[in-house]
């Protein structure tokens, strides 16, 4: 069975050949452009991956576009700044090809060099808390290497387009009783500076997207 892995990408054209070489056996990369402005999507299709344009600029925007053009059973998310080991995909994915969870998340372990400002960090284990009190879900990491099946994701019917993406996967799941559990991955060196929790603002903006996120589903309760 093909595990397709969506990788929403903005300006990772010297990330790339080292995220795509790492790919497991049966697992097919599909690079989500959002909008590069370097050779990204080019180095993408040198290497024989699908290559999805999203011009919409957002993470939810980009890892929907992936979603929709995936056609394998499992569906698997990460980032493509090689701050996570692509050979570590099956850690995610594995369990939900068991029939173990329904949606497994990476929990970030920090490696040696590893860049995680505090207040990204910060603001990451707050959220994380939220989901806990929120949900009962036992989550540590909202990260963004996560492993579902691809058509009950569909039918969550995700409307975020930005950074409150990961945030209303989980509860929405959450909402729809399912299996939700986290295991450890190696959170390593990126290539590049942050697009989002590189810096404070960037940070307090997906904080903000995610406090939307939140104020929808109490909407919804």
Known sequence: MTVDVVLPCLDEETALPWVLGRMPDGYRAIVVDNGS????????????????????????????????????????????????????????????????CDLMLGRRIPRAGARWPLHARLGNLVLAATVRRRTGVQLHDLGPMRACRRAELLALRLTDRRSGYPLEMVLRAARAGW???????????????SKVTGTVRGTLRALGDMRRVLAEQDGQA
Do not use: K, W
């Not at 559990?181 to 500076?193: I, S």
């Open 37 to 100: 402005t370097d050779g990204s999507a080019r180095v993408a299709a040198e290497h024989g991956v699908l290559v999805v344009n999203e011009p919409r600029r957002g993470f939810g925007a980009a890892c929907h576009a992936g979603l929709l053009a995936a056609d394998g059973e499992v569906v698997c998310f990460m980032d493509a700044d090689a701050s996570m080991d692509p050979r570590q995909l099956p850690r995610t994915a594995g369990p939900v090809l068991a029939g173990g």
């Open 179 to 193: 299996r939700i559990a986290e295991t450890e991955v190696d959170y390593l060196p990126r290539a590049g500076r």
